[in-house]
């Protein structure tokens, strides 16, 4: 599997098809899907089958997940000895008896058929978040679910209740994705301009420790001596 980005492939393997309306998949054939951006692809060792986000109308995933079958024993004998021998034996027995498996059910449902899939790798909770940014993309390509989102942002500005200029914001994350600042990147481009100011600016000296800074500086970044509106010295000007 890979990494679900929104761009990057989301591949589910070693899927097996249950039933497959309007698809070119035989019950009970091993299929691999895969999501890239808007494409859907479905292949088995002979066949193929391409579509895109735009002709599904819905996904569904269901199943029970984890199920144990096996097991059993309840162990017996005569005696204290023999029970707690047999309670031993039973506890092996069903280790080797029981088993464990996960059915998760993969429903798409398109323009065109329906494709049902078990798959055994996720139960049916981590399949959906791991399809997550599929779900995104479906989502987004909702017109009707777009306006109405547009439109709850539209009547919180016209009650007072968001300004305007964040309704904006808000609206532009409704058709793509989230842009978040990078706090470490801002901190870097910050520091990067205090260095090109302090390069390019007059230069005096510090009065309190002599270090070099510029002239107009409020404080200094050595010594932090402050030269504000009432501080009792200046930085001296280079001579």
């Known amino acids: 599997m890979t990494n679900p980005n929104s761009e990057s492939l989301i591949a589910l393997k070693d899927c097996t098809v249950l039933g497959a309306s309007g698809f070119p998949f035989d019950t009970g054939t091993p299929v691999t899907?895969?999501?890239?951006?808007?494409?859907?692809?479905?292949?088995?060792?002979?066949?193929?089958?391409?579509?895109?986000?735009?002709?599904?109308?819905?996904?569904?995933?269901?199943?029970?997940?984890?199920?144990?079958?096996?097991?059993?024993?309840?162990?017996?004998?005569?005696?204290?000895?023999?029970?707690?021998?047999?309670?031993?034996?039973?506890?092996?027995?069903?280790?080797?008896?029981?088993?464990?498996?996960?059915?998760?059910?993969?429903?798409?449902?398109?323009?065109?058929?329906?494709?049902?899939?078990?798959?055994?790798l996720m139960e049916p909770g981590a399949l959906r978040i791991y399809l997550s940014g599929v779900f995104v993309h479906l989502r987004r390509m909702n017109a009707q679910w777009a306006n109405a989102r547009v439109q709850l942002i539209s009547a919180q500005v016209a009650a007072g209740a968001i300004a305007a200029?964040?309704?904006?914001?808000?609206?532009?994350?409704?058709?793509?994705?989230?842009?978040?600042?990078?706090?470490?990147?801002?901190?870097?481009?910050?520091?990067?301009?205090?260095?090109?100011a302090f390069q390019e600016a007059p230069k005096g000296r510090c009065p309190n420790c002599e270090k070099i800074i510029p002239l107009l500086s409020e404080t200094c970044p050595f010594c932090r001596a402050n030269f504000g509106e009432y501080a009792h010295w200046k930085v001296l000007p280079l001579t």
């Open 165 to 196: 200029e964040d309704a904006e914001i808000y609206k532009s994350r409704v058709l793509s994705p989230a842009v978040w600042p990078d706090p470490y990147a801002e901190q870097k481009a910050l520091a990067r301009m205090e260095e090109l």
């Open 33 to 120: 899907i895969g999501f890239l951006g808007a494409d859907v692809i479905c292949t088995s060792g002979q066949q193929i089958a391409k579509f895109s986000l735009v002709e599904v109308l819905d996904i569904e995933i269901t199943g029970p997940g984890t199920t144990v079958s096996g097991g059993g024993f309840l162990g017996g004998g005569f005696g204290v000895e023999g029970a707690l021998q047999g309670m031993a034996i039973a506890g092996v027995l069903n280790a080797l008896t029981t088993k464990k498996t996960t059915h998760t059910f993969l429903t798409i449902t398109t323009n065109f058929g329906e494709l049902h899939l078990h798959y055994g």
